[in-house]
């Protein structure tokens, strides 16, 4: 049996193990992906993804690539309710209402992609900065101590392997066997329905017309489901129920029953109907007491099983990952200590448990189900997605300062520690330059106009601690001594400093400290010194 060593090993290569490869590939970490299949999705599942995603996606270099890719969709903005496509329309309404009026708030937007598309552009990408991708291998077993990981490994050709890793990260799925061979149990309402998807070709262009949905809800007698079509109007997927305690099974949808109920989806019984793939899935509602057990962590569905109804399962777990990735990365590296990947719990699994109960009131409200009370506690997909406010983790929070909830409006945010760092367009020679732009691999310390002494200061503290840090100056002109120019002059609001404040931002875009004011005299930076080290555990 052969034998490898790598430093962070990723069990499963759909979305999330690819993202978690992807972003550690991007924080020059060496890592190995295993994964059963042979190769990435061949189903859609998952198709949207909002815009912080895409954020995320643009700091690693994949957004203009999904949104390419995504062009054919752009128009797939309508969520209907029809007794079938050929019939009766119920209701019919914008998804993301407002979602292209987010100019203010982000440079992304919201992209609407089926999973077998954006998956490959995931791996591509990990590919090319270095990940060890293996499609076709399967984690048979493993074992955990204080140094690291051993796993065994099951080739395509049913050859076994060893691998040592420092880390193992579960992107296993809501079935995962390493949190079940961890014991980690789950909390939660448990399995609320059983579901197959069906993914199956069919010509979509006579029916639909000039009509494009995002999602199509179907009731008629003979079909109860979700129908769902590509950019092509060649291929789609139905997603429909099933009850065990009914008798019902999986056995039960062959091809002919697949068939019968598309054409019932789409009210045309003479349609030509090719079934792909059948995909049983469970909706529930679960999440992970621990993310983490030793030196083995939980990502994505493994952690946390979030109802599908929202689209918020794929993005906070793409979302875990590009957290986890520069832990590890600055742990691995000895910039930071071992304590810093304790806050990927702290900071992930509020966030997975709120989440999972967004997801069922989303489902509640659809479903016509929900309570006033329900109602009034359904948040919009912007405050789910992208006003998070961590309550602990790798940042320092502000004495006296109120605590924020979970999460907010995220127009709401002025640069708190533990948020997301605003959207400002700054400018670098002329040309506009996002904040966002400015994040996504060392630390970045930003100051305004009048907190020159901070670049002394940053200087200082990189040398101490031995981090990664990039100071900028904003300045209202870019005539101003090489600072970067806010012209609209937002950046000090935005932020909530002064001319002279300083705002300290993690790799991943989160807020990690701020300071009302400039440097104290003859300190050298020594509050941002002791910032860095409580950040990163040291």
Same mark, same amino acid.
């Given at each position: 049996?052969?034998?490898?060593?790598?430093?962070?090993?990723?069990?499963?290569?759909?979305?999330?193990? @690819?993202?978690?490869?992807?972003?550690?590939?991007?924080?020059?970490?060496?890592?190995?992906?295993?994964?059963?299949?042979?190769?990435?999705?061949?189903?859609?599942?998952?198709?949207?993804?909002?815009?912080?995603?895409?954020?995320?996606?643009?700091?690693?270099?994949?957004?203009?690539?999904?949104?390419?890719?995504?062009?054919?969709?752009?128009?797939?903005?309508?969520?209907?309710?029809?007794?079938?496509?050929?019939?009766?329309?119920?209701?019919?309404?914008?998804?993301?209402?407002?979602?292209?009026?987010?100019?203010?708030?982000?440079?992304?937007?919201?992209?609407?992609?089926?999973?077998?598309?954006?998956?490959?552009?995931?791996?591509?990408?990990?590919?090319?900065?270095?990940?060890?991708?293996?499609?076709?291998?399967?984690?048979?077993?493993?074992?955990?101590?204080?140094?690291?990981?051993?796993?065994?490994?099951?080739?395509?050709?049913?050859?076994?392997?060893?691998?040592?890793?420092?880390?193992?990260?579960?992107?296993?799925?809501?079935?995962?066997?390493?949190?079940?061979?961890?014991?980690?149990?789950?909390?939660?309402?448990?399995?609320?329905?059983?579901?197959?998807?069906?993914?199956?070709?069919?010509?979509?262009?006579?029916?639909?017309?000039?009509?494009?949905?995002?999602?199509?809800?179907?009731?008629?007698?003979?079909?109860?489901?979700?129908?769902?079509?590509?950019?092509?109007?060649?291929?789609?997927?139905?997603?429909?129920?099933?009850?065990?305690?009914?008798?019902?099974?999986?056995?039960?949808?062959?091809?002919?029953?697949?068939?019968?109920?598309?054409?019932?989806?789409?009210?045309?019984?003479?349609?030509?109907?090719?079934?792909?793939?059948?995909?049983?899935?469970?909706?529930?509602?679960?999440?992970?007491?621990?993310?983490?057990?030793?030196?083995?962590?939980?990502?994505?569905?493994?952690?946390?099983?979030?109802?599908?109804?929202?689209?918020?399962?794929?993005?906070?777990?793409?979302?875990?990952?590009?957290?986890?990735?520069?832990?590890?990365?600055?742990?691995?590296?000895?910039?930071?200590?071992?304590?810093?990947?304790?806050?990927?719990?702290?900071?992930?699994?509020?966030?997975?448990?709120?989440?999972?109960?967004?997801?069922?009131?989303?489902?509640?409200?659809?479903?016509?189900?929900?309570?006033?009370?329900?109602?009034?506690?359904?948040?919009?997909?912007?405050?789910?997605?992208?006003?998070?406010?961590?309550?602990?983790?790798?940042?320092?929070?502000?004495?006296?300062?109120?605590?924020?909830?979970?999460?907010?409006?995220?127009?709401?945010?002025?640069?708190?520690?533990?948020?997301?760092?605003?959207?400002?367009?700054?400018?670098?020679?002329?040309?506009?330059?996002?904040?966002?732009?400015?994040?996504?691999?060392?630390?970045?310390?930003?100051?305004?106009?009048?907190?020159?002494?901070?670049?002394?200061?940053?200087?200082?503290?990189?040398?101490?601690?031995?981090?990664?840090?990039?100071?900028?100056?904003?300045?209202?002109?870019?005539?101003?001594?090489?600072?970067?120019?806010?012209?609209?002059?937002?950046?000090?609001?935005?932020?909530?400093?002064?001319?002279?404040?300083?705002?300290?931002?993690?790799?991943?875009?989160?807020?990690?400290?701020?300071?009302?004011?400039?440097?104290?005299?003859?300190?050298?930076?020594?509050? @941002?010194?002791?910032?860095?080290?409580?950040?990163?555990?040291?």
């Amino acid at each position: 049996m052969s034998t490898s060593s790598t430093r962070v090993l990723i069990a499963g290569g759909s979305l999330v193990g @690819l993202s978690t490869a992807l972003f550690l590939a991007h924080h020059n970490v060496p890592c190995v992906m295993v994964e059963r299949h042979p190769a990435t999705s061949v189903h859609p599942r998952a198709v949207g993804y909002y815009p912080r995603t895409a954020e995320l996606l643009r700091t690693v270099g994949v957004e203009e690539a999904a949104k390419s890719a995504a062009s054919g969709f752009e128009k797939h903005k309508t969520r209907a309710g029809v007794v079938s496509l050929a019939g009766e329309v119920l209701f019919s309404k914008e998804e993301l209402q407002g979602g292209d009026d987010l100019a203010d708030l982000t440079p992304s937007r919201l992209l609407l992609l089926p999973q077998d598309r954006l998956e490959p552009l995931l791996r591509a990408r990990a590919e090319k900065l270095g990940a060890d991708l293996r499609f076709g291998t399967e984690l048979v077993s493993f074992t955990q101590d204080d140094d690291g990981v051993s796993a065994v490994l099951k080739g395509p050709n049913g050859d076994q392997s060893t691998v040592r890793a420092d880390y193992l990260v579960a992107a296993d799925g809501p079935r995962s066997t390493v949190r079940e061979a961890l014991g980690i149990p789950r909390q939660g309402r448990g399995v609320l329905s059983r579901h197959v998807s069906i993914a199956f070709g069919a010509d979509f262009a006579a029916v639909l017309g000039e009509r494009r949905y995002s999602v199509v809800h179907v009731k008629n007698d003979t079909v109860t489901g979700i129908l769902v079509h590509d950019d092509t109007l060649t291929e789609g997927t139905l997603i429909v129920g099933y009850d065990p305690d009914r008798g019902e099974s999986l056995q039960d949808f062959t091809d002919a029953r697949c068939a019968e109920l598309v054409r019932a989806a789409i009210g045309w019984d003479t349609v030509e109907v090719t079934v792909r793939s059948r995909f049983p899935w469970d909706m529930a509602e679960l999440v992970a007491e621990r993310f983490a057990e030793g030196r083995v962590l939980l990502a994505g569905d493994a952690a946390h099983q979030i109802p599908p109804t929202g689209g918020y399962g794929a993005n906070t777990g793409i979302a875990d990952a590009f957290n986890l990735a520069w832990k590890l990365a600055l742990v691995l590296e000895g910039t930071a200590g071992a304590g810093l990947l304790n806050t990927y719990q702290e900071e992930r699994r509020p966030v997975g448990l709120y989440t999972a109960q967004q997801g069922s009131l989303q489902l509640a409200v659809r479903s016509g189900t929900a309570t006033e009370e329900q109602r009034a506690a359904t948040d919009d997909a912007m405050t789910v997605t992208m006003g998070q406010a961590y309550r602990s983790g790798a940042f320092v929070p502000e004495t006296g300062a109120a605590r924020l909830p979970l999460t907010s409006d995220p127009r709401t945010l002025r640069g708190e520690p533990g948020t997301r760092a605003p959207y400002v367009v700054l400018q670098r020679g002329g040309a506009p330059l996002p904040t966002l732009d400015l994040f996504g691999t060392g630390f970045v310390l930003m100051a305004g106009q009048d907190g020159g002494s901070w670049a002394r200061a940053a200087e200082a503290a990189a040398a101490e601690v031995g981090a990664d840090l990039t100071f900028h100056r904003i300045a209202a002109t870019v005539r101003d001594g090489g600072a970067l120019a806010d012209p609209e002059g937002r950046w000090n609001a935005a932020y909530g400093v002064p001319a002279d404040g300083a705002v300290l931002v993690r790799p991943d875009g989160i807020v990690a400290w701020r300071c009302p004011g400039g440097v104290p005299a003859g300190e050298q930076g020594a509050a @941002l010194i002791a910032a860095l080290r409580r950040i990163l555990a040291r």
